[in-house]
T-cell receptor, first 118, second 115 residues
Framework: AQSVTQPDIHITVSEGASLELRCNYS??????LFWYVQSPGQGLQLLLK??????LVQGIKGFEAEFKRSQSSFNLRKPSVHWSDAAEYFC????????????????FGSGTRLQVQP | DGGITQSPKYLFRKEGQNVTLSCEQN?????MYWYRQDPGQGLRLIYY???????QKGDIAEGYSVSREKKESFPLTVTSAQKNPTAFYLC??????????????FGPGTRLTVT
């Protein structure tokens, strides 16, 4: 069965500091990995995704993530956090793009809430 | 602008009443999904549909029902059989095949409170 673990429930960083949010996955095939962000009371916005190619992927809002197959990880990073980055972040895993059989829905981690101190 | 709309944003119901949550998309996506979000639990899949007139149970389908009569619409009914219906409900859609399949886009959510 597939699963996603986000070991940090809550992280606090100072504005301008660097950020790394951890994500570990378990998946029986080549994973299709995502990071989403959610502001309070809102839907989820896609930050970035990875399936193949360069293992360091760039996303919106200055975020990047690195895929490490040997560690089953897909950690999210940002060099300098802004107060507007305070939100909840979700890592998710799903089937490879183009696959038309089986369950296409994503499996999500339980999320990491980011607080930014001035 | 293309996107997903969910209505209403807030919904209040008495225990024992069925309630239907609306989800509409104009992205021309084949697949649609319903997730439930509770604090500290991430998103859990209720139902999904890959084509019109077809849908599949997700991980927590008990006490819920759906229909998919049109490509654009995927309403969710929370029935009186759902033991703990108070939650934030999120609808999503995606392509089903092709290079961007699996990439899900979310609506703004509906917060349901049952008392």
């Amino acid at each position: 069965a597939q699963s996603v673990t986000q070991p940090d429930i809550h992280i606090t960083v100072s504005e301008g500091a660097s950020l790394e949010l951890r994500c570990n996955y378990s998946y029986g095939a080549t994973p299709y990995l995502f990071w989403y962000v959610q502001s309070p009371g809102q839907g989820l916005q896609l930050l970035l995704k990875y399936f193949s190619g360069d293992t360091l992927v760039q996303g919106i809002k200055g975020f990047e993530a690195e895929f490490k197959r040997s560690q089953s990880s897909f950690n999210l990073r940002k060099p300098s956090v802004h107060w507007s980055d305070a939100a909840e972040y979700f890592c998710a895993v799903g089937q490879a793009p183009g696959v038309v059989t089986g369950r296409r829905a994503l499996t999500f981690g339980s999320g990491t809430r980011l607080q930014v101190q001035p | 602008d293309g996107g997903i709309t969910q209505s209403p944003k807030y919904l209040f119901r008495k225990e024992g009443q069925n309630v239907t949550l609306s989800c509409e998309q104009n992205l021309n996506h084949d697949a649609m999904y319903w997730y439930r979000q509770d604090p500290g639990q991430g998103l859990r899949l209720i139902y999904y549909s890959q084509i019109v007139n077809d849908f599949q149970k997700g991980d927590i389908a008990e006490g819920y029902s759906v229909s998919r009569e049109k490509k654009e619409s995927f309403p969710l009914t929370v029935t009186s059989a759902q033991k703990n219906p108070t939650a934030f409900y999120l609808c999503a859609s995606s392509m089903w095949g092709g290079a961007r399949s699996g990439e899900q886009y979310f609506g703004p959510g509906t917060r349901l409170t049952v008392t």
